[in-house]
């Protein structure tokens, strides 16, 4: 048969998409099996190889499925609100609304072409008012809930793209979009209480299976960690500064405390510090510089002592002094710490650096010259000298803390509260609206959707203003509590709100009374399998298994966790085994490779190229050997010879079911790839195989090739579609060869091999070896002492 690719794919994929071969149904009787993909942002660039891999992996899992009975939701949809749309559209001066449908439109060409086994009838998007509606009802669900507030904070904004990033938006001190320099900006800030939900997330991962990395990366994002609240005084006071502290059995080593530059307290006791002119001066500097500036562990220490006001160390009450430093913020913790600078690198620094006085209070190192952070006996601590063991050190420190009535155990989380707003036109309108007599007023839930109105000039206002608020017909409302005059909320929620909680909508994505039906909910949840990039494993996954969560704790969704199993794909390198990039030159467009090789030829390269999970430079020749060995796949087809077995290929097709079958679970796709390779070269040798046997091969095939797979079911006389058979199984008995190699040794050096039948017994298997050609010489003239047989192993003749 030839492989007439172009013919043959676009055929299926017509076939497939009238026949409506890949659409779910909900509450069958079959078991159900939910397969989900991070959705797509419609880029004007299209798709790039990376999705093709992403996408590849889980539909192999989903055609497989589906031909072992299960009920398969493999969905899509678009992930389409967000800043880079926005930017491209100021800068052509076209509507983000046409150019997300453009894109929209091009990603679906594209990924159809590739023959995914996507379910069409289900696709979502994000930008959509029936959609959104559901997004800002969540939003208010949590207001509700008092999970929803809002702030004055010092903020990173982008002043490039003119927005208020999230600290995850901001990485490094970058904008995540446009890769500017972010500053510091005062602004009223929309927060999620996520740290609310802190505790659960954590509680959450022993209940899913998802890569070890990936859980890691989860706990080290929430970052929880035990210890203890401890209040000092400010000397000569009614006022307490409490700390947290990890390590409360150092308490006797504080020499001074640190604040951050924003702390309250400083306003407040502002005429008791004589040098309130230089505070003032370090605080105008420490407001123009981002976090990630200001919590650099490598650079130079810098602060100011707040001359005038002392803190009394509560457990030997020696009065000590506070200073301000920018790497202290009031974000974390509680905006103050206490410095141990005999074992902390940072705080030791800043106390050579002050001259500040150093304790030792763990014995070991050499504290003149470096601060000792390892473990050892505690000293100069009172109660706590001679403890060797810190959990008990620990123990005892907070037993006294709380007996004093001076601090108390405690808990703390790295992660902080969601900053949930965007002064930007593209994002889903935030439901507020504030009233000057009411306040504060959610939009009633039967005005949703609250929608976005269709502006021409959507470019950013002032100063990181909205460009909404400059719409006075949006802006002006009446408030739904006292029906007065009053003012909506301009700004937008983040790209982030959408992609939150998108599985649940494709359960049920025409609901106009529920996100979705509960009864569908209930039977096709938990999303069974869920692959993404690991660039995803903290921020989105960490909201989304947020947002379910919380929509669970108040009966909207069956499980508390939204996703069973979590795996990754690792990048696609470009030729050269740099990270493709336009600017680089070495992006590979897969449409590209459709029009030269086939759908089919690029579906097994990603797959074959490496390890899934790893990444892995793309390389022309290897698509080449894909597409040679697809086309001897369809020569099969001219050596089929009747039906049923070949005897000397019986085994060898029952080990490569059982390994494809394995390996597919276990996205080995290469090694599986590899099998059908090595077995198809055995088929040739051999010069023939059945009709049955290519019915097998081809359905093992299927999930990574399907379009030439169905062609060739279709030409050997195959009822309906090949996406509707049975996966072929595998005898365990006969996945054991019938032969076996070993190895012969004369006096303990291998010397040839030989091939017996399994388990030979010991006197057939030692004249076999004594006839090998290889093996005679060495038996000529000798007496043979000794001779030792392993079965299935090895032979050893001993002789002298």
């Not at 983040?494 to 009374?513: C, T, V």
């Not at 010069?687 to 050997?716: M, N, Q, R």
Request: proline letters at 5%; one cysteine or more.
């Amino acid at each position: 048969m030839k492989h007439d690719f172009k013919v043959i794919e676009a055929k299926w994929q017509k076939k497939w998409e009238e026949a409506g071969v890949f659409r779910a149904e909900d509450n069958s009787d079959k078991p159900k099996f939910y397969a989900l993909v991070e959705f797509p942002y419609p880029s004007g660039a299209g798709m790039h190889v990376g999705h093709i891999k992403a996408y590849s992996g889980l539909e192999v899992i989903s055609r497989k499925r589906r031909m072992e009975g299960y009920n398969v939701l493999f969905p899509i949809g678009f992930d389409a609100f967000g800043l880079p749309t926005e930017n491209y559209a100021i800068k052509t001066k076209t509507h983000p609304r046409k150019i997300t449908d453009d894109n929209i439109v091009k990603f679906t060409e594209q990924l159809k072409k590739v023959g995914f086994s996507f379910d069409w009838s289900r696709v979502i998007d994000t930008t959509q008012e029936d959609y959104y509606k559901w997004t800002q009802w969540i939003f208010l669900k949590m207001f509700e809930k008092g999970l929803v507030f809002r702030s004055k904070a010092l903020v990173n904004y982008c002043p490039s793209c003119k927005v208020v990033l999230s600290n995850e938006d901001s990485q490094g001190g970058k904008c995540d979009i446009c890769k500017s320099d972010v500053i510091q900006k005062a602004k009223d800030v929309w927060y999620l209480r996520i740290t609310e939900y802190a505790e659960k997330l954590l509680q959450g991962l022993e209940e899913v299976d998802y890569l070890p990395n990936i859980k890691q990366q989860q706990v080290n994002w929430i970052g929880k960690s035990t210890g203890a609240f401890v209040d000092f005084l400010i000397a000569d006071k009614e006022e307490k500064l409490r700390v947290y502290t990890t390590r409360p059995d150092t308490l006797f080593g504080v020499t001074f405390m640190v604040m951050a530059p924003e702390h309250p307290l400083i306003d407040k006791y502002a005429k008791d510090i004589s040098n309130m002119n230089e505070v003032e001066e370090y605080r105008n500097v420490c407001a123009k510089k981002t976090e990630f500036e200001r919590t650099q562990l490598v650079k130079e220490k810098t602060g100011v002592r707040l001359n005038g006001i002392e803190a009394i160390n509560p457990l030997n009450g020696k009065r000590i002094p506070i200073y301000i430093a920018d790497y202290v913020m009031m974000g974390y913790g509680t905006g103050a710490i206490m410095a141990v600078p005999a074992h902390d690198e940072r705080d030791y620094e800043f106390a050579k650096k002050f001259g500040i006085e150093i304790i030792e209070v763990i014995k070991g190192g050499n504290i003149a010259e470096a601060a000792y952070t390892g473990d050892g006996e505690m000293v100069n601590s009172d109660f706590l000298n001679g403890y060797t063991n810190k959990k008990e050190a620990i123990a005892r420190a907070i037993e006294e803390l709380e007996k004093r009535g001076i601090g108390e155990a405690g808990v703390q989380y790295k992660m902080k509260d969601w900053a949930f707003n965007r002064q930007r036109y593209w994002g889903e309108p935030i439901p507020i609206i504030h009233c000057p007599k009411c306040g504060v007023i959610p939009v009633p839930y039967e005005e949703l959707p609250l929608r976005l109105p269709d502006i021409e000039n959507f470019e950013p206002g002032v100063d990181g203003e909205s460009p909404l608020a400059k719409i006075d017909s949006f802006v002006n409302c009446t408030c739904p509590k006292c029906k007065g005059a009053a003012k909506r909320e301009t700004d937008t929620m983040p790209q982030w709100a959408g992609s939150s909680w998108y599985f649940l909508r494709y359960i049920d994505p025409n609901n106009n009374e529920a996100l979705a039906d509960k009864e569908k909910i209930k039977y096709w949840m938990p999303v069974d399998w869920y692959n993404g990039g690991m660039e995803h494993v903290t921020r989105h996954m960490i909201y989304s298994r947020f947002w379910h969560r919380f929509l669970y704790d108040i009966g909207v969704v069956n499980t508390p966790e939204p996703y069973a199993k979590r795996t990754a794909q690792g990048l696609i390198l470009g030729p050269d085994g740099e990270k493709m990039s336009k600017s680089k030159g070495n992006v590979v467009d897969p449409l590209d490779v459709v029009e030269v090789y086939g759908a089919d030829v690029l579906r097994t390269y990603v797959l074959f190229m490496g390890d899934y999970a790893s990444a892995a430079p793309w390389n022309d020749s290897a698509v080449r050997g894909c597409k040679r060995f697809l086309e001897r796949v369809c020569s099969l087809c001219d050596i089929v010879k009747g039906e049923g077995t070949t005897p000397e290929l019986e085994t060898s097709f029952h080990k490569t079911i059982k390994k494809v079958s394995n390996d597919y679970e276990e996205m080995k796709y290469n090694t599986a790839i590899a099998a059908l390779m090595a077995l198809i070269n055995e088929i040739y040798d051999h010069g023939s195989l059945t009709k049955d046997e290519l019915v097998i091969f081809i359905k093992l095939l299927y999930p990574v090739a399907p379009h030439v797979c169905e062609e060739i079911w279709e030409k050997l006389g195959g009822e309906g579609f090949l996406a509707q058979s049975s996966w072929p199984k595998y005898d365990e008995a006969k996945t054991i060869d019938k032969a076996v190699e070993i190895a012969v040794q004369i006096n303990g050096k291998v010397r040839g091999v030989v091939t017996i039948p399994l388990n030979c017994p010991q006197e057939e298997a030692l004249a076999a070896a004594k006839q090998v050609p290889d093996i005679v010489p060495f038996l000529e003239g000798k007496t043979i002492v000794k001779e030792i047989y392993v079965p299935n192993k090895i032979v050893n003749i001993v002789v002298k």
